[in-house]
Structures are given as C-alpha cells and as structure tokens.
C-alpha cells in the first residue's frame, strides 16, 4: 500500500505520519510518500501533475494547507483562498487522474455558518453566512468537500472529508502574529513568565467559546475514517452531505482557556482583555455524534494535552 501524506510537516500531517510510521514499524505492508514544499509546489498544476503520475499512490491523505489565526486570515485573505482552491484542485484531480481510490481531505470547522446551531452539526454547511474574518479560507476548505463529493458522484471514487475543531500540539505554529489562540497564548504567557510582566494582553472579550483536540486525537481520527468499510461510511453520511466532523464535544471560553494556559506555564499576574480586537465566532463547537456513532472519540484531556505541547514548545521553538 502505497500512501502519500500531503503536508507531512505540518502539524497534523506530521502526526498522521508518525502514526502510520508506527504501523509500519509493527509490521504492516506500507510505502509512505513524502514531499516538502521545497521539493514539490502543491500550487504547481504541472509538478502535481507530474509527482502524482511517477509515485502513482494507491492512497493519499490531504493534509497540506495555507493555515492561520484571525490575524493571519484578515491580512492574507486572497493568499488563503488562492493557495488553498489551487492544493486542493491539484491533489484531488491528479489522484483521480492516476487511479487513486480512496483520498482524505482534512477540513476546519470554520466551513459553518457564524451563526450555526451549537453544536454545529453536518447539515449546517452552506445554511448561512459565514465568519468575515475567515471566508476565503472557509470558502476554499467548502470547495474542497464538494470537490469529494463531486468526484465520487461522477467517477464512483471514495474521497472523504473530515472536519477537525480547532487543533493545538507538537508542531504547531507559535509564531506571535500569524498562530492560532491557544499556540499564541503558550507562548505570550511563557513570554511573560520569562520577562517578569504582571499582566498578559489578549485580545478580544474573553467570552467566545471554543473547542480544541490535541493533534494526536486528530490523526488518530484520520486515519479512523480512512481505514473505514465503504460501506459503513456510506451508511452515516451523504452523497452531497459526506463529511464527518472530528472534536472533543466539549468547549470552554477564550477566557477560562487563558486562565488553563496561565496556570501551566506558571504565570500568576493579572489577564487583561483587549476587546478593541475581533472576537471572531461566538461559539464553535463540533457536533460528534456522527463520528461516535462510527465508533471513535477524543481521549487526551484540554489540560494534559496543554501541558505537553508547553514541554515541546519549550524544546523546539527558539525562545528569543
């Protein structure tokens, strides 16, 4: 079995590696297939194109994204759409181009309307209007489900979606204006810690709600839904409604995650909230209970799994 893992460095695409490098390592029949963005452009039609026809993988995993926080998304929104529409149009049509049957695309939750039911099930997409701060990404990780489903109503392929809630662990993005809250929390905390400051600036009210999965749940959950029976997949989703959400079903406000992330990395000084700054989505937080039916839930507690990104935080991001 030959399996190509786009964006194999990225957060996720690098757990979903290290899992499927452990099955291998226990002794199971599999050809991993890598390229960094260095060695393959994914925006690149014709390099695309051209990977996809000499590796000839017999699956791929869809991991490879222009990512970002709030910050990030409202400077570069014509970057996240563009590359995201372009990495998604390349890997799906090529795939399909050289025979690959199965594929599984990684999504966001933000795809939902800002003003979706909570918790945001799968029958919220294209219900309303999105997140302004995040609909060229949105728009783009929409398009790449409809691109799945598209191609398995024409061509009778088993491309599939999955949705995560919002990410955090090893590998993340910790840079101070382009990560998301929770990486950028870890390190304007540690930073304070660091500096002696008796007072931590975070931006917005406080009061936004939100859910997190430690990436090792995500790529356990990946590769869940990738290894199962057609079938069974068919049976709990649709033909145009065929993505699967992947969270904890828990959430907790910007505030209380502040508060978490101070006590692990020691801070005792005072939180001051900047509501001058966007909020983004009031509340976001995963429907799962199609995932459950299917027999797969969260197991790494928000705590424990904070602590641990703070340890490799501390062991791999330079602290200057």
Not at 90 to 99: C, K, R, T, Y
Request: with cysteine.
């Amino acid at each position: 079995m030959k399996i190509y893992v786009a964006g194999h460095r990225g957060m996720v695409g690098s757990a979903i590696l290290r899992r499927l490098q452990a099955r291998q390592a226990a002794g199971d029949a599999l050809e991993l297939i890598t390229r960094s963005h260095a060695e393959l452009d994914l925006t690149d039609q014709a390099a695309v194109r051209d990977f996809m026809a000499t590796e000839r993988p017999d699956q791929v995993i869809l991991a490879a994204a222009r990512v970002g926080g709030i910050h990030a998304n409202n400077t570069y929104p014509a970057q996240f759409i563009y590359e995201n529409l372009m990495i998604e149009c390349n890997v799906i049509h090529q795939a399909f181009a050289v025979g690959v049957t199965r594929l599984l695309q990684l999504g966001s939750s933000c795809i939902y309307p800002r003003a979706a039911a909570q918790p945001m099930a799968e029958a919220a997409l294209l219900t309303g209007p999105l997140e302004p701060t995040n609909e060229p990404y949105a728009i783009a990780k929409i398009a790449g489900i409809k691109l799945c489903e598209s191609y398995n109503r024409q061509y009778g392929v088993d491309y599939r979606s999955v949705m995560p809630t919002n990410l955090y662990g090893p590998g993340d993005n910790f840079h101070p204006e382009n990560s998301h809250v929770l990486p950028a929390l870890i390190r304007r905390f540690h930073q304070a810690v660091r500096d002696g400051a008796d007072e931590v600036v975070i931006w917005g009210s406080g009061t936004p709600m939100r859910e997190f999965l430690h990436v090792d749940d995500m790529a356990a959950a990946s590769l869940f839904v990738m290894d199962l029976e057609r079938a069974v997949y068919d049976r709990e989703t649709e033909p145009m409604l065929s993505h699967i959400n992947v969270g904890s079903g828990v959430d907790l406000s910007i505030r209380a995650l502040a508060e978490l992330v101070a006590r692990v990395t020691g801070f005792a000084g005072r939180l001051v909230f900047d509501a001058s700054k966007p909020d983004g989505t009031p509340r976001k937080l995963m429907d799962v209970s199609r995932l459950a039916r299917l027999g797969w839930q969260a197991s790494i507690p928000l705590e424990q799994g904070v602590e641990s990104t703070y340890a490799w935080f501390l062991g791999h991001v330079p602290q200057d």
